[in-house]
């Protein structure tokens, strides 16, 4: 970010910005004029409002989720009062990490995941065990060995949970089945005896509504039978506004308690402006119609990129195709690396274009070694103008790099 802004010349395919131009500026601006249009309105949207959150915001979320995961309506698989909202998802990822987890804990992650989930489990002091992914997702293969492993060595009683970003995953852009969902939540129940409690699935679904092709997958909640080991984290920044900053969490008893207490250590409710702004957008159509908008935009960025690749990349590199999200996740021969101190991607700044490094988003897993050949390319905050340009650049310096190794 700090290199963007000193050197505007510069393109960033790094940062997991959404569409500037495509915010929803004249639509929030109606909102809030209406909300404050009179003082019986105005008074509660600019008072505190209660920890779990804005009533007609946890009813709107419980109904939409229903709806994406195919559940029927009042379906009491998904009670409104199992909703909580947070300060994006952010938070409810860092709370719930929080509420299940001691420090030397275990938390199973994709390898590579979201980096700054990382930083959670880092800062609490609590290990990460590194599961392996292909094209398909998930490795349920890798992920039976570790647990086995892990039973084997004594610590399986450390492992509290699987994280998975399990929607154009951030940082490969893969989306994990069902099936694996499924196949997964099986898995971490058979160690549950050995482990002496309840081993949970978080699943981090931020990318969900941004699928620009190919249909929805319902999401870990609708596993009958699952729900009390599921929590579900989503969020309203990505599809609407990221300024907004509003997300939520589906939580099981106990875990619902539990976080809900962190929460009201943390700031006793999310703003009651944001909350009842994301309400009235949902509630009378303006987010759906912001996000058909957007998902149109992003189809069309992703679209250019891919050409850009195509056109651009040595034939050595290859990158696997998101049908949403924000990111390609592109891979160079093993050889090559392209970490923050690599000439990669040295050279890659002095032609003006930035990347994600792949291997800042690999936890610190003694078990295997870290790839360095990996990055991550978003086409979710550059201008679409900008982006042939920026993989025209970075493709240059790959070609030069590549005919050297
Ligand atoms: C995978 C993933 N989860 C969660 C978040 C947090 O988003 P927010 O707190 O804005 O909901 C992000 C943001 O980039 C993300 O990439």
Redesign the pocket.
Same mark, same amino acid.
């Given at each position: 970010m700090g290199l963007t802004l000193s050197r505007p010349d510069l393109i960033s395919l790094a940062a997991?910005f959404t569409d500037n131009e495509f915010l929803p500026v004249r639509e929030t601006r109606e909102i809030v004029r209406e909300l404050l249009s009179n003082p019986g309105k105005g008074r509660p949207t600019l008072q505190y409002g209660v920890t779990p959150g804005d009533a007609p915001l946890r009813r709107l979320t419980a109904e939409r989720l229903r709806r994406l995961d195919g559940m029927g309506d009042g379906s009491a698989a998904l009670d409104p009062r199992q909703v909580l909202i947070s300060g994006?998802?952010?938070?409810m990822?860092y709370m719930t990490t929080e509420a299940l987890c001691d420090p030397d804990d275990i938390v199973l992650v994709e390898d590579p995941t !979201?980096f700054? !989930?990382l930083g959670i489990l880092q800062s609490h002091g609590i290990r990460a065990r590194g599961v392996q992914v292909d094209r398909d997702g998930l490795d349920l293969d890798h992920l039976s060995k570790t647990l086995e492993q892990l039973k084997r060595s004594g610590a399986i009683g450390r492992v509290k949970m699987l994280y998975v970003?399990s929607y154009f995953h951030?940082p490969t852009g893969l989306t994990m089945s069902l099936e694996k969902k499924r196949a997964a939540l099986t898995l971490l129940r058979g160690y549950e005896r050995a482990a002496g409690h309840p081993i949970y699935l978080l699943e981090?679904a931020? !990318?969900r509504e941004l699928r620009f092709q190919g249909e929805d997958v319902p999401s870990a909640l609708a596993i009958r039978g699952a729900a009390g080991r599921v929590v579900y984290?989503g969020?309203y920044?990505?599809p609407f506004a990221?300024g907004i900053?509003v997300?939520f969490g589906v939580l099981p008893e106990p875990l619902l308690t539990a976080v809900t207490r962190i929460k009201g250590n943390h700031d006793f409710g999310t703003s009651n402006l944001a909350q009842k702004i994301l309400a009235r957008a949902l509630s009378g159509g303006v987010y759906d119609a912001h996000l058909e908008r957007l998902r149109r935009r992003y189809a069309l960025k992703s679209a250019a990129m891919l050409k850009a690749f195509e056109t651009h990349m040595p034939s050595a590199v290859d990158w696997w195709t998101p049908d949403g999200g924000l990111y390609f996740w592109v891979r160079l021969p093993p050889g090559l690396a392209a970490g923050r101190n690599s000439r990669v991607f040295q050279e890659a700044v002095r032609a003006g274009v930035l990347y994600v490094p792949g291997e800042l988003c690999y936890a610190a897993d003694p078990s295997r070694p870290i790839p360095v050949n990996e990055m991550r390319v978003s086409f979710g905050g550059a201008k679409l103008a900008d982006i042939p340009e920026g993989v025209a650049r970075l493709g240059r310096v790959l070609t030069r790099m590549v005919r050297r190794t």
């Open positions: 997991g994006g998802s952010q938070q990822l !979201y700054v !989930y970003v951030n981090d931020a !990318y984290a969020t920044s990505k990221t900053r997300g």
